[in-house]
């Protein structure tokens, strides 16, 4: 387009368009039809991560990672718990079968839970994983840039004002009430 060859754009379009439409309806999984759901979570001392898959005849129709800030030390097995009932709630959820990395500490006797050890189940749980952990990485990624940027922005001011030391604090008050 912006060398002015618009039907090659157009072209170049309608591929991107037809790639994304088959993304967007490829199962990510042959299992039998029905809805199932997948939850992992990615646990530190201070925070977790979990990612939620519900899947539907084969098809991934929500995901959704969330980040919880643990307060009393809660366990893996009791965050899952309640981050199941919350995406299970979000999602009205009616699957029966739920696939997890760890076995919440509270569950539904209607509802099978499966810790898979192999096969296309442990596959969708592994994935789940791989987005809880790509989800912590880009939250540390961005804590990282927002530092980077304010130790740059304080380059910069001392740059600007000829200063000796990077300022590490700035006073100001406010003359405004002093006539």
């Known amino acids: 387009a912006k060398s002015l060859d618009f039907e090659k754009a157009a072209t170049y379009k ?11 309806r490829s199962p990510i999984t042959h299992m039998a039809s029905g809805q199932t759901d997948v939850i992992a979570i990615a646990a530190d001392e201070k925070k977790a991560f ?4 519900h899947i539907n005849n084969g098809m991934m129709i929500f995901a959704q990672t969330v980040e919880i800030q643990k307060k009393l030390k809660e ?8 981050a199941l009932c919350h995406f299970r709630e979000k999602t009205q959820s009616k699957a029966k079968k739920i696939y997890a990395n760890v076995a919440p500490s509270v569950t539904d006797e209607k509802l099978e839970l499966i810790v898979p050890k192999m096969g296309e189940k442990k596959d969708l749980v592994d994935l789940a994983i791989k987005n809880a952990l790509f989800f912590k990485q880009e939250q540390l ?10 130790r740059s922005t304080l380059m910069l001011l001392q740059q600007d004002l000829r200063m000796q030391q990077i300022p590490m604090r700035i006073e100001c008050f406010d003359n405004s009430n002093l006539q």
Not at 50 to 53: D, G, S
Not at 75 to 82: K, P, Q, R, T, V
Not at 141 to 150: D, E, G, I
């Open 50 to 53: 979990v990612n939620y898959l």
């Open 14 to 24: 309608q591929k991107l368009e037809a790639i994304a439409r088959y993304k967007a």
């Open 75 to 82: 366990s893996s097995e009791d965050l899952i718990a309640m």
């Open 141 to 150: 990624n961005k804590k990282v840039q927002v530092r980077t940027t304010s």
